[in-house]
Structure formats: structure tokens, C-alpha cells
């Protein structure tokens, strides 16, 4: 074991011959580990361990011999990976010396030794706990100092996409803060509860959705609204599909907190509130894994494993049993943690699942590159397509629709045999093209905690545009709840399959709720000028990052109809559209192209897209490339959170990266260092033990692929303490004093083991030799 690597120098003074100088009473002590826990956020015994994930491994020590807690304990922790040492070991503990206590008690933080490692991906990983390394505290048997862990498997899991989109909500409020949505911010109760391979947090490359609707009559529409951003808006502008978009209200204006468009749903939105926004959040994305409210508690005390919560509330790392799981409805932040079902709900949803992964046969060398899930490819149906969408009003069931959009990239809606609704496209002799069934069902429970129920629900399909090469020309909603239902389906006849599992019976056609007819002409438009804005206001309350663009247009309909719009944008001639607006209205946008990917030379595009209902009419112009530049990466740290740490104890660096133009920043565009060390290493996630003593400057530089770069930092603390070294006497050399009690120690457990291996022995004369002092 390379000395450089394993030791820390320190001033922990053991005087060897103290043993023989001890009272009978202090001889009488033995010390030993009685067990380990290991936790993610939650352990009960039964719960599954994440590779990559920030992990905590808390030692309960036994002690007989004594009548009373012993103070002065520690210990040092090894870690093997599929039988090898991970290298980035020994781990000394985050809290010692700690009184060892006779009777230590799970839900007390401090009653246990407890060390943060991040193991790799591996079916095998075993933790190996030495206590009392050095012989501080005098004992009478040494031979059960080391105890060595069960096999434990760290299971691969997904790197999971959610987009946030801030909400500029015009009747109260404008944006939110943007620190209160930051990763880092926002998502700090979410990433301490959901265990996946990572969360890829970040910003929507729509920007922010104006919203000038009161949000308590108008949910289902902002349903519809996220659900066209994340199936259609984001594929087609060339990025990943997230598994989540979730929407940020300025303050709590909803009367429910925040809403889910389903249990499983894809999309949530929430508030702003300082006393509850991480929750909320939390909370909205456990309704999309599944979970419904509940009444539960966590059952056992808890670990925030990185400490997310420090920051605003200043919440301790450990949570009482009595908190309630993040799926009771209506807590504050402060109230609740989670519980085995909604931990475990995210643990085999199938958006966490790893689609294809082989993790290296040996331990690797601490390089996560190498281990890290990659995302999830793009959708092998992906086509153009048209959108259904509306609300439906649950009392009375009665459904409105909006007018359809065209998304050139997107994939059709599953049908679904449970679906109390049948959305139905037909040609112009009324053949039925294509039929999907949804559920309206889903989501009627109140966020609020009264115990309320939502009056409506979102309606949101994707049909192919011309299903088998044909026009469609109708489209027809049909309640399903407690019908007779048959259909024509292309040339057949067939009954509605899955009709028993919702007691509908195949003979008779279900009512009519909705439909639109295409019209006789199409809209009619044009794109006017795009020009940098003068004396522009930035919306709502927030700032434009660059100078902002306005794109002003002409659109109407010759037969009178509702027009929907829709401004799209291309940096590469038209393989890829990002959107710029969705729906907006009189004729004009102005945008921040911060919030675009920068264009090609030459090949900046801009796209009207309109629609009357099922007709849809687009048109493009040329945006110059000077007004589209790249952009730098949106950097954050996850953590440290600014706290202080003892020297020794491990500091998990956690960094957040999305890039407008590279998406997903891989572990080499992150650089992190320390104003009094230098340069600390490379990597999203680092557990890093040796910083010295002091006041630092922690400096995250994130790094795109074309060279641009932003930085984050944070102040940490680390307070000096004994930690044991090759300087086995404590007077600041490594020379022939120490090597003396080395080997008089040799072949036996004392202050000579430096390699924590339960003998003096070679291993720690190679290190002793290592770092002597010249």
C-alpha cells in the first residue's frame, strides 16, 4: 500500500509503554465492534445498495470491562471491491474520538463511529472496521479489534433526466428566485431520498413558461403545456428525453402546494415557499415514480447522507422515527424524511433501472468514468406526430380540447387497456386511423393534506400524423367510464381490448365528449423581423443573461378559428428545433438566446409553427449567428455543504453539470481544488480525506467541450485532531525512534500497524520507509 496514499501526518502521541504502566481497572477494557450499518438515506436491513452513491457506514462499538462510556474511541475503515483495497482508503472516521457508549442507540448520530465512502458498482463489497488502531485507550485483549462486514452487492442504476422549468407566473409574481430552483438548492430533499445512479437536474432548454392563467383553474392546461416539453419539445430539439419535467411557482399561489399529472406521471409542478419547496418537490416526483399519499413515518431513524438539508433550514444530517415519509400530504420540509416504500418505489421503478451496463471484474482503479450508467437512448419510435390534448372536468365529465400541435419528433402515446377515455383519429369518410385509451383517474388527491380532490385532469396523447400514409381529418374523445364500447379500426371491426377490466361491454359506442374537425384552410402567416430588443425589460423579476432578441410575426386563420402557436429554433439548419415560445400571444417574443444552444455559422434558424385545430401551417427565417452564441456550462455544487470538518473525515465533492450545447457533462469537465492545497482531482462525484487543517476556498471549474467554463465555490473548515501516521512518537520526524517501536511491535496488533491489516508486518515497514524523514 503506497504510504503517500494511506497516511496523513498527525500528532496522535501513543506511548507504547503506556500498556505496561496502566491500572488493572483501565486493563480491564475491551473494546470490539458489535455491528455496522450501512445506509444510502434509508436502511432497514432490507434495502438495496446504489454504486456511485454517497455512502454512510456507522460502527457501534462493544465495550466490556467498564462500568461507564469510554471516551477516546476511534477507528479507521478499509473498504475491498470485489477482494481488492479501493484505493482511496483507509477512511478515518467523521466524528472521532467519540465516549463510546455501553448501550449505543440507532437514532444518535454521535453513539457510533461513522465513516462516508462511495463505493463503485460491484456484486462484492466488504468493509473492514479496526478500533482503537493506535492503542489510545488501554485494553486487555486486542485479538477482536477488527471486525470484518458481510458481502454487500452495490446494484447499478440509472443516470435519471429531470428538466425544471420556471414558471414566469404573471399573476402574482413574475419568476422565481433562481437560487431557490439551482441544483443544489431545489433538488436537495430529492437527491437525499431517491436513490439512483445520479440525478441529471437541470434547466429546460425552453427556459422560463409564461403563465398569465390563475394556476387553481388552470393545472390541466400547464399539464398539457409540460407534457408538449418533455415528449416533444425537448426530443425535437436534439436533446434526451427526461424522465421528469418539473415546473417552479414564485411563492405557493396553488392551493394545493403542487400537482403530479399522475400516479405514475411524467411531469409535476410546485412552489417557491421557503418552509417547503424541497419537499414539495420530492414529493411531486414520488407521485411520478408512484406512490400515493400516506399516512406513514420513517419507522427508524435516517441518515442525509451528503447533510442536503443544511442548507436553508439548517436540519441535522440524522432523522428522528417519528418524521413522517415525504408522501404525507400538506409538510413542511422540516416534518418528514422517507420511508421503505417510497425509497424502495424508486429503487425498481423502471426509469431507475440501468438499461445496458457491465461493470469492470476487478475494483478499478477510483475512476467512476469507467463505472458510471450512461443515459438512455432515444426512443426507437420517435416520429412525426400530432398532439391531442385538454382538461377534463371529473363532476359531469365533460372534456375541452385545445387545438392540435405538430411535433416533429415524438413518440406516440401507449395505449393504455385500463383508460377510462378513448381518444379516436379519423379520415374523411370517419374510418377510425389510429385509437388510444388513457386514464383520467390517476391523480385526484389534493397536495394540500384536506383531504380534497382535484376537479379536473389533464388530457395529453401523441397520434402518428398520418397513421398507415393517411390524413387525419377528425378527432374524437369518448368517455369510457361505465360504457358500451365498440369500434372500426382501420378495415376491421374489434372490440376494445382490455373492455372487461373496466366493465364495458363491446357492442355499443361509448358517448362522444370532444372532437375537432380539420377546416376547410389552413393559417396563414409570417415571420416580420428579428432584431435585438431596445430598452427591453427582462420578464417577471429575473435578468437576461445576454441581450435579448425580439421576433415579431403575422398569423390568422381564414375560417375564424383559434390559433395556436408556437416559435421554434435551429443552430444547425434544421436538425434540430429547440423551442423559443409556446403559445404565445400578439405577435411578438422576446428571449434570451442564453438559453438556446449557440448557432453554426450561417445555418441559425427560427420556425413559426401554427395551428387552427388540425391544420398546421410553419414557416422559417434565417436568424444571424452573431445573436446565437455558445454558452457556458451551468455549474453547481451539490456538495460540501459550508460546514467544518475534522482533518481526516472525508468530504463527498458533488458537483452538477448540464451544458446547452453538450447536454450532460461527463466526469472530466470538472476540476476541483482548494485555496490552501491546490488541486484536489477530477470528477462529479470525489470522496476526499486530506485536506489540511485551515480555512478553504473550494473551487468547482466546469469545463465544456468548446472551452467555455464556469466556476462555483464554497468555504469549509476542517479543525485539526490526532490522526495516526508513521510518526508513531509524535515528534514530527519519521526516523529511527519510530522504526524502534515499530518493530517492537512486530508480528503482533499495536501502534506499528499502519496499514490496519491486524499485524505489524512488512506492509508497514514499506510504508514507514516511505515517508522517512530525510
Not at 434558424?605 to 445573436?627: H, K
Not at 462525484?685 to 468547482?700: E, K, M, W, Y
Request: with cysteine; net charge negative; aromatic share 8%.
Amino acid at each position: 500500500m503506497d504510504g503517500a496514499r494511506a497516511r496523513m501526518v498527525g500528532s496522535w502521541i501513543v506511548v507504547f509503554a503506556a500498556l505496561g504502566a496502566a491500572a488493572p481497572s483501565a486493563l480491564a477494557v475491551d473494546l470490539s465492534v458489535a455491528s455496522i450499518e450501512v445506509t444510502q438515506g434509508f436502511q432497514d436491513g432490507t434495502v438495496g445498495f446504489v454504486g456511485g452513491r454517497s455512502t454512510m457506514v456507522r460502527a457501534s462499538i462493544s465495550i466490556s470491562g467498564s462500568g461507564q462510556a469510554v471516551p477516546g474511541v476511534d477507528a479507521v475503515l478499509r473498504m475491498f471491491v470485489n477482494g481488492v483495497e479501493w484505493p482511496a482508503g483507509p477512511f478515518f472516521s467523521q466524528n472521532g474520538p467519540i465516549a463510546a457508549p455501553l448501550g449505543p442507540q440507532q437514532g444518535v448520530l454521535n453513539h457510533t463511529l461513522n465513516f462516508i465512502v462511495v463505493p463503485p458498482i460491484a456484486s462484492s463489497v466488504v468493509f473492514k472496521v479496526t478500533v482503537n488502531p493506535t492503542l489510545a485507550v488501554p485494553e486487555s485483549n486486542t485479538a477482536n479489534n477488527i471486525f470484518t462486514s458481510a458481502s454487500f452487492p452495490f446494484q447499478c442504476r440509472a443516470v435519471v433526466d429531470l428538466a425544471y422549468v420556471p414558471m414566469d407566473y404573471l399573476p402574482n409574481g413574475g419568476l422565481p428566485d433562481q437560487s431557490l430552483m439551482d441544483p443544489g438548492s431545489g433538488d436537495n430533499f430529492l437527491r437525499g431520498v431517491f436513490a439512483v445512479g445520479e440525478w441529471n437536474y437541470h434547466r429546460s432548454p425552453l427556459g422560463a413558461l409564461v403563465w398569465d392563467q390563475d394556476i387553481n383553474g388552470s393545472t390541466g392546461e400547464l399539464f398539457t403545456a409540460l407534457m408538449d416539453i418533455r415528449v416533444s419539445l425537448i426530443p425535437g430539439a436534439g436533446y434526451a428525453k427526461p424522465e421528469f419535467v418539473y415546473a417552479w411557482l414564485p411563492g405557493n399561489p396553488y392551493s394545493g402546494n403542487g400537482a403530479a399529472n399522475g400516479i405514475p406521471g411524467s411531469v409535476a409542478f410546485g412552489n417557491t415557499s421557503i418552509e417547503r419547496w424541497q419537499r414539495t418537490f420530492a414529493h411531486e416526483i414520488g407521485h411520478c415514480w408512484g406512490r400515493p399519499h400516506s399516512n406513514d413515518s420513517i419507522a427508524f431513524g435516517q441518515i442525509d447522507v451528503e447533510h442536503h438539508l443544511k442548507d436553508p433550514l439548517d436540519l441535522g444530517p440524522m432523522h428522528a422515527s417519528s418524521k413522517k415519509d415525504v408522501m404525507v400530504a400538506g409538510l413542511l420540509t422540516n416534518q418528514a424524511w422517507v420511508s421503505w416504500v417510497t425509497y424502495n418505489d424508486c429503487l425498481t421503478d423502471e426509469r431507475s433501472q440501468c438499461v445496458s451496463f457491465a461493470p469492470p471484474a476487478n475494483g478499478g482503479d477510483g475512476d467512476f468514468d469507467a463505472w458510471w450508467p450512461q443515459r438512455r437512448p432515444a426512443a426507437a419510435d420517435e416520429q412525426r406526430c400530432v398532439r391531442v390534448a385538454g382538461v377534463l372536468t371529473h363532476e359531469g365529465r365533460s372534456v375541452r380540447l385545445v387545438p392540435c400541435m405538430r411535433f416533429d419528433r415524438a413518440s406516440p402515446t401507449i395505449d393504455d387497456p385500463l383508460g377510462d377515455l378513448a381518444i379516436e383519429a379519423a379520415d374523411a369518410a370517419g374510418r377510425v386511423l389510429h385509437r388510444v385509451r388513457v386514464r383520467t383517474d390517476t391523480m385526484r388527491e389534493s397536495c394540500a393534506g384536506d383531504g380534497s380532490l382535484n376537479p379536473t385532469a389533464s388530457i395529453h396523447v401523441l397520434m402518428p400524423e398520418t397513421p398507415g400514409g393517411v390524413r387525419i381529418d377528425r378527432v374524437v374523445v369518448r368517455d369510457l367510464a361505465g360504457a358500451e364500447v365498440g369500434a372500426k379500426v382501420g378495415e376491421g371491426v374489434g372490440a376494445r381490448a382490455g373492455a372487461a377490466a373496466v366493465g364495458v361491454n363491446a357492442n355499443a359506442e361509448a358517448p362522444v365528449l370532444a372532437s375537432i374537425d380539420r377546416s376547410p384552410s389552413a393559417p396563414t402567416l409570417s415571420i416580420d423581423s428579428i432584431m435585438r430588443a431596445v430598452a427591453a425589460m427582462p420578464p417577471g423579476n429575473g435578468e437576461w443573461k445576454s441581450p435579448p432578441i425580439e421576433i415579431r410575426w403575422s398569423a390568422q386563420d381564414p375560417d375564424g378559428g383559434a390559433l395556436a402557436a408556437m416559435l421554434l429554433y435551429s443552430p444547425d439548419g434544421g436538425t434540430r428545433w429547440a423551442p423559443i415560445s409556446v403559445n404565445p400571444d400578439g405577435g411578438s417574443v422576446i428571449f434570451d438566446p442564453a438559453n438556446l444552444p449557440g448557432a453554426l455559422p450561417g445555418r441559425g434558424l427560427v420556425r413559426l409553427r401554427v395551428g387552427d385545430g388540425l391544420n398546421v401551417s410553419e414557416t422559417d427565417a434565417v436568424i444571424e449567428s452573431m445573436f446565437m452564441l455558445g454558452n457556458p456550462p451551468d455549474v453547481h455544487i451539490i456538495s460540501p455543504n459550508a460546514d467544518t470538518y475534522l482533518q481526516g473525515a472525508t468530504l463527498v465533492l458533488h458537483a452538477s453539470g448540464w451544458d446547452m450545447e453538450d447536454e450532460y457533462l461527463p466526469n472530466g469537465s470538472f476540476q476541483w481544488s482548494s485555496s490552501l492545497d491546490g488541486p484536489i482531482g477530477v470528477g462529479r462525484l470525489l470522496s476526499f480525506g486530506r485536506l489540511s487543517p485551515g480555512a478553504h476556498v473550494i473551487t468547482l471549474v466546469g469545463v465544456d467541450s468548446d472551452g467555455n467554463a464556469s466556476m462555483r465555490t464554497i468555504p469549509v473548515t476542517i479543525t485539526p485532531r490526532a490522526l495516526p501516521s508513521a510518526d508513531l512518537n509524535g515528534d514530527g520526524r519519521v526516523d529511527g525512534n519510530d522504526l524502534g517501536t515499530l518493530l517492537g511491535s512486530w508480528g503482533s496488533f499495536g501502534v506499528g500497524d499502519l496499514d490496519f491489516n491486524g499485524v505489524v508486518d512488512g506492509g508497514d515497514l514499506g510504508i514507514l520507509l516511505g515517508e522517512w524523514t530525510s
